[in-house]
């Protein structure tokens, strides 16, 4: 039981893009319902979908980081398609909407480059 619950874990930060449902989780692991919701909020400490949003938040914020792809295209990568719904979501988690996070996060990575280099002699 055990190894299918966190391979399903594994599963859904691979797919973050899937439309996960909780009936799909609970029977994939092979539990009821209930048992299902009992062991997934004892192992992570969050509800199935309060565990998928976060997931797929921080994916996106990974991505906002690390990448120059368009902020909707993210969005779709993590399972977030409709633009409106993931800037709030996102804004609501990080305080920032996608874009200002970006800028911000580049900004700040770029002065913390330029602090850190050493004048040329």
Known sequence: ???????????????????????????????????????????????????????RLQRARHLLETTREHIDQIGLQVGMPDPSHFSRSFKLRFDLPPKKYRQQFHEKRLAEILVGQKPAI
């Open 1 to 55: 039981m055990d190894e299918r619950f966190y391979e399903l874990l594994a599963e859904i930060a691979e797919r973050l893009d899937h439309h996960w449902t909780v009936k799909q989780m609970y029977e994939k692991v092979g539990l009821s319902e209930t048992q299902f919701r009992d062991l997934f909020e004892k192992v992570t400490r969050k509800s199935p979908t309060q565990y998928l949003r976060e997931a």
